[in-house]
């Protein structure tokens, strides 16, 4: 049992590893194995293949569900996942097109560079598109196999003679002292922000195999594809390329070396090497950013939905937009790759600091502007000490970016939580009010206030407070059961009037004469508390509890001055076409008109009902 457990969860680690492979890491170690030498390889390697494993460690961790931390985690932290996305693809596209096609295909217009690195984006959007991340790892197990065996034909078919014994003496600004502290903290925090290892952790953990087994076997491969790559590139000679920037790099050095006898064995096989790093990166990314952005949407109420396919919503092709735009600026200034790595070592660690601390259940108070704005300080700093010779800089760029989670890392060193176990806060005002958490992490809402007229005998005051509706009425003694039993029904008929009100406050312009559609209730459901009695003062609230594409779902509640919660329920409206009476999507208007009082989507400002004792207090 125990074995078979462990190979299941072994066969995670090929497409743990191929994943990983983009292309910071497959063009970086070919390098930096020659501008720092070995050293800077070893510390390069093993911070990745290490940050990697301990990744697969924490979440595989018996105490700690991946997905239920997650689920916790995910909606918080949109920003990271989806720009380290973005990153990987943008990164993996630049540096295919700066160090593979123009020196293998020396004669060939740029067009046709670029045609090929596009049919490889295609073919890994389509396989991402048809497959689930389960048939992903078998998919990927086959490539392991045909990427070992290109690696090894590469390397067999390496031209002579083009190896260096002497190695390349770095600038100051490039040396394994001045990148060692961005290396270590930038590459051993990456898989934190990668949307494709929690997708992966996530199924691992449900098919009952162990993440921790999964990730430090994929940490073994990818630690063994680092060494392959920096071996290709010391068997190939140096080819140093120097970038707008400045900086010297050797990311070409197969490419150019393959490239100096013509087509040939090796050169295939080198670009099959190539292919598959690409394609895997580009399938895991599709396959991952779909899974969360479906995730993310699924339970959103964002009136935007109404307009937008959920389909086209959670497509990754917009991301994937965004990355193709990116690859273009970044050729545009034609920066050398190691300035591409400045992100991971300043802007996003902040942000990713605080993302572990929530993993390791030590919550901390999270602000992301804070965090963003230390790190794009950071990456300035970083910036001007890389461009501007003053190789100090570069590590300091770093200890800026940690400035910024001080308490995050307190959290972690100290083993404390920002905020006492099991409480949730809600600001209401400069002062916090602890409360005890529910399941939904539901906030209580606020009693409605009160609003007076000069003569409550009157006809209703109503007005909105906030996201509810209000109405008041004084009942008299034809609403009441002293003449008969009709109250019950006098609670619809306020409900009813109190939702006419609400819907001529939203849309004054309405005609019932000139309207498109109309709006029929679907269904009503009512709990029945208490009876009222006569003037007795009563509130009538009312508010859109959710909707999806077709219905809204209004939700209301009878409250008495003097006897607390008399009744609540909601109530699903349709809407029709007035010819055809065909039903329709929320119409535009209507989203135009309700969107001032549309329901939130975070947990925080979602509105439970307010048990009788509580409005009986209030």
């Not at 590590?395 to 940690?402: E, N």
């Not at 806060?425 to 009010?433: A, E, L, M, Q």
């Not at 009503?524 to 219905?551: G, L, V, Y």
Request: charged share 10%.
């Amino acid at each position: 049992m125990m074995r078979t457990r462990f190979l299941r969860s072994l066969s995670w680690a090929p497409t743990i590893s191929l994943s990983w492979m983009w292309g910071l890491g497959f063009f970086y170690s070919m390098h930096i194995v020659w501008i720092q030498g070995w050293t800077g390889f070893w510390v390069f390697a093993l911070a990745n293949a290490i940050g990697l494993a301990l990744f697969g460690c924490v979440l595989g961790s018996a105490r700690r569900d991946p997905e239920t931390v997650f689920g916790r985690i995910g909606p918080r932290f949109v920003s990271i996942f989806l720009l380290c996305q973005i990153g990987a693809v943008a990164i993996t596209l630049f540096s295919i097109g700066a160090y593979v096609w123009p020196l293998l295909l020396p004669g060939e217009s740029a067009s046709t560079g670029l045609a090929l690195t596009a049919l490889m984006v295609v073919f890994g959007c389509a396989v991402g598109h048809t497959s689930t991340l389960r048939r992903l790892r078998f998919l990927h197990i086959g490539y392991l196999a045909l990427a070992l065996a290109a690696i090894a034909v590469a390397w067999g078919f390496m031209p002579e003679g083009g190896a260096s014994p002497v190695a390349i003496e770095p600038p100051a600004t490039l040396s394994v002292w001045t990148f060692l502290l961005p290396t270590l903290v930038g590459f051993a925090l990456g898989p934190w922000g990668d949307l494709q290892h929690w997708q992966r952790a996530i199924e691992i953990r449900r098919s009952g195999a162990s993440p921790a087994i999964a990730y430090v076997g994929g940490g073994v491969i990818f630690l063994g594809f680092l060494i392959a790559n920096a071996v290709l590139a010391r068997s190939a000679g140096a080819f140093i390329q120097v970038g707008t920037d400045g900086a010297i790099g050797a990311q070409a050095s197969v490419a150019a070396r393959f490239a100096s006898e013509g087509f040939g064995i090796g050169m295939v096989a080198f670009v099959v090497w190539v292919a598959i790093a690409a394609v895997t990166t580009i399938d895991s990314f599709y396959c991952a950013t779909r899974w969360y952005l479906s995730s993310l949407l699924s339970g959103s109420m964002h009136p935007a939905l109404a307009f937008v396919p959920v389909a086209a919503a959670t497509s990754p092709l917009w991301l994937l937009a965004v990355a193709v735009a990116a690859t273009g600026v970044m050729s545009a200034f034609g920066l050398s790759q190691t300035a591409y790595m400045m992100p991971y070592a300043t802007l996003l660690v902040g942000v990713t600091v605080c993302l572990f601390a929530e993993c390791l259940g030590r919550p901390t108070r999270f602000d992301a502007l804070t965090c963003y704005l230390w790190g794009l300080a950071a990456a300035l700093v970083f910036f001007v000490g890389y461009r501007g010779d003053l190789p100090l800089l570069v590590p300091v760029s770093t200890l800026i970016a940690l400035v910024g989670t001080i308490r995050p890392l307190q959290a972690i060193v100290g083993g404390r939580s920002q905020a006492p176990a099991g409480l949730a806060t809600v600001r209401d005002g400069p002062t916090p009010h602890p409360i005890a958490a529910s399941p939904s992490n539901a906030v209580l809402a606020r009693p409605a206030s009160v609003i007076t007229t000069a003569n409550s005998n009157g006809g209703p005051a109503h007005g909105f407070d906030g996201q509810w509706f209000v109405m008041q009425i004084t009942p008299t003694y034809d609403d009441t059961n002293s003449v008969g039993n009709v109250y019950f029904a006098n609670y619809v008929r306020w409900v009813g009037k109190a939702r006419e009100l609400f819907f001529n406050a939203c849309m004054p312009a309405f005609e019932l004469e000139t309207t498109r559609y109309y709006v029929l209730t679907k269904s009503f459901q009512h709990d029945f508390r208490r009876e009222i009695a006569e003037f007795e003062p009563a509130t009538i609230r009312i508010r859109i509890a959710s909707h999806n594409r077709k219905f809204v779902t209004l939700g209301h509640e009878i409250v008495s001055e003097r006897h607390g919660l008399l009744g609540r329920g909601e109530q699903d409206l349709m809407f029709v076409d007035r010819e055809s009476f065909k039903p329709l999507d929320i119409p535009a208007d209507i989203i135009r008109g309700f969107l001032p009082f549309w329901p939130s989507s975070r947990p925080q400002d979602v509105a439970v009902p307010v048990p009788d004792e509580v409005r009986k207090a209030s």
